[in-house]
């Protein structure tokens, strides 16, 4: 397969909490990119960072990437309930024109 | 409004039964992708295509064909249902590989 990996597969956290979220993938990457799902839903695009980058932030979100180490982490600071959905990393490769998806990491976050 | 068009929403099949998923954007993009989706597994590339008269297969393409006339249209056809083809489809676009990609809101599909 080439999925990457992320870690946790879930969290909980209680509302104001920061979330952390790892993405481990497998090849060389042109951009590494974060999506969101709510339950029932489409994904939504939140963020994309290139290879060429180190850390990029968009509002409550901030996103680092590690390519010697094929990793990178996605960081909500100061969640909310509305926040609850599942988290995917999803690596578009240097060569080539995929697309290929992580498995997730289910986030809830209690109010 | 803009956006990427999956029709159904949902359809039952059953099993040897073929059928056309349909996928429409109305974005000029050139880039269009199908993945399916199993619970615990992600998202998995079915095909892709980078512009009309190309498409290439993904991860998971066996039991699928896709076609692309149109820069619009990137239908997904299912030859021969299976039980395993059971899932939720998503379509998805964007202009080039250096953008997020906009998705539809998902067929959810079983074969019975």
């Known amino acids: 397969s080439q999925q990457g990996e992320e870690d946790p597969q879930a969290l909980s956290i209680q509302e104001g909490e920061n979330a952390t979220m790892n993405c481990s993938y497998k090849?060389?990457?042109?951009?590494l990119q974060w999506y969101r799902q709510n339950s029932g839903r489409g994904l939504v695009h939140l963020i994309l960072?290139?290879?060429?980058?180190r850390e990029k932030h968009s509002g409550r979100l901030r996103v680092t990437l590690d390519t010697s180490k094929k990793s990178s982490s996605l960081l909500i600071t100061a969640s909310r309930a509305a926040d609850t959905a599942s988290y995917f990393c999803?690596?578009?490769?240097?060569?080539?024109?995929?697309?290929?998806f992580g498995a997730g990491t289910i986030l809830r976050v209690k109010s | 409004n803009a956006g990427v068009t999956q029709t159904p929403k949902f359809q039952v099949l059953k099993t040897g039964q073929s059928m056309t998923l349909q996928c429409a954007q109305d974005?000029?993009?050139?880039?269009m992708s199908w993945y399916r989706q199993d619970p615990g597994m992600g998202l998995r590339l079915i095909h892709y295509?980078?512009?009309?008269?190309?498409?290439d297969q993904g991860e998971v393409p066996n039991g699928y064909n896709v076609s692309r006339s149109t820069t619009e249209d990137f239908p997904l056809r299912l030859l021969s249902a299976a039980p395993s083809q059971t899932s939720v489809y998503f379509c998805?676009?964007?202009?080039?590989?250096?953008?997020?990609?906009?998705f539809g809101s998902g067929t959810r599909l079983t074969v019975v």
């Open positions: 960072i290139r290879s060429n980058e």
């Open positions: 999803a690596e578009q490769m240097e060569y080539g024109n995929k697309l290929v």
């Open positions: 090849t060389s990457i042109n951009n």
């Open positions: 295509s980078v512009g009309a008269g190309i498409t």
């Open positions: 974005m000029n993009h050139e880039y």
């Open positions: 998805a676009s964007t202009a080039d590989r250096g953008f997020g990609y906009t």
